[in-house]
């Protein structure tokens, strides 16, 4: 009996695995393969509540508002480095606060000043409308004592240096190129007009009932300066004043700040000031120094006006109180 049993558990395949199979692995207990595991079950989604939706959309907003924050001082200083430059190098806005340039230039104009082309050597023609620095005596030197403090005093240097506010000190002029270097302007002809190197001037920009001139000169502009004169000739105190002054009322060419090139301001009066063709056609006259004045002697000197100027934007409530120069 013993014997019969042992030899059937003898014929039964050993335990372990299947050397068949090409895994090895042993086999299952119905189908010889092991069973996989049963994926893991997905987290249940989270469903946010009303309120704490609002805590995630402030704390966004507050976030935001931080980041606009620390940009502020960069724009600020962005900002003031493209104003010094444009200031500097390429166009500054004079505010016209006095009659002596019209009809061309109003009260309340601003103007844009060409400040570029005179660093590449470019120096005034005839008939340009230019701000050029006082000469020395156009300008009375009257200065208002300042009641500002330290702090609003700073502030100011400031925007001054960049050229968004005005100097207390600026001495800036603006007038029309009559003659050049060479030229020799004189008035009256018979007619009452100006005539530059013996010819007789058309000057359509003139002030509506202003003469050329109500007092005769004489004189022949030194090379490197100008002789320059307001369109409203009877209210502009220009070359023909300043005679008995260092260069016979001529200015220097190096004084020279920029070409006044376009009316900015206001929106109904913008345009560009073109140069008359009567003054820009005639050519140069042959070098030559000297002056011979013809001094307006008695003749009342109409008083000086100042004159708003270097602000860089163009915009009234910027302009209103932006600068002192003086027309």
Not at 43 to 68: F, I, K, L, T
Not at 299 to 314: A, D, Q, R, S
Request: proline share 12%; charged share 25%; aromatic share 4%.
């Amino acid at each position: 009996m013993g014997t019969r049993g042992r030899g059937r558990l003898a014929d039964r395949p050993p335990a372990g695995p299947d050397p068949a199979s090409p895994t090895g692995t042993p086999p299952g207990p119905e189908t010889g393969t092991e069973e996989a595991p049963a994926p893991a079950a997905a987290p249940a989604p989270v469903v946010r509540g009303r309120a704490e939706r609002r805590r995630s959309a402030r704390r966004a907003a507050r976030r935001r508002r931080r980041s606009r924050l620390r940009e502020i001082p960069l724009i600020v200083v962005v900002a003031l480095v493209v104003a010094l430059v444009m200031k500097t190098f390429l166009v500054q806005v004079f505010v016209i606060p006095s009659g002596s340039m019209e009809q061309t230039i109003q009260v309340g104009d601003r103007v844009l000043v060409d400040k570029l082309t005179p660093w590449f050597g470019a120096e005034p023609e005839r008939g340009e409308v230019v701000v050029f620095k006082d000469p020395g005596g156009w300008l009375e030197n009257a200065q208002e004592s300042s009641t500002d403090g330290p702090v609003l005093r700073g502030a100011k240097q400031v925007l001054t240096f960049v050229g968004l506010l005005p100097s207390d000190n600026e001495q800036d002029l603006i007038k029309r190129v009559i003659g050049v270097g060479g030229d020799t302007v004189e008035c009256c002809d018979e007619q009452g007009r100006v005539s530059l190197n013996g010819r007789p001037l058309d000057e359509p920009y003139l002030a509506p009932g202003n003469p050329p001139s109500r007092q005769p000169f004489k004189v022949k502009v030194p090379q490197g300066r100008l002789w320059v004169m307001g369109d409203h000739r009877d209210v502009s105190a220009d070359s023909r004043f300043h005679m008995g002054n260092p260069g016979q009322g001529t200015i220097p060419v190096s004084g020279v700040v920029g070409r006044a090139f376009m009316i900015a301001w206001p929106p109904g009066r913008v345009h560009q000031l073109e140069v008359p063709v009567s003054l820009s056609s005639l050519a140069r006259a042959p070098a030559g120094g000297g002056a011979v004045p013809n001094s307006p002697g008695g003749w009342p000197v109409p008083e000086e006006p100042p004159l708003v100027m270097g602000v860089l934007g163009i915009l009234p409530l910027i302009g209103r109180r932006v600068g002192r120069a003086r027309l």
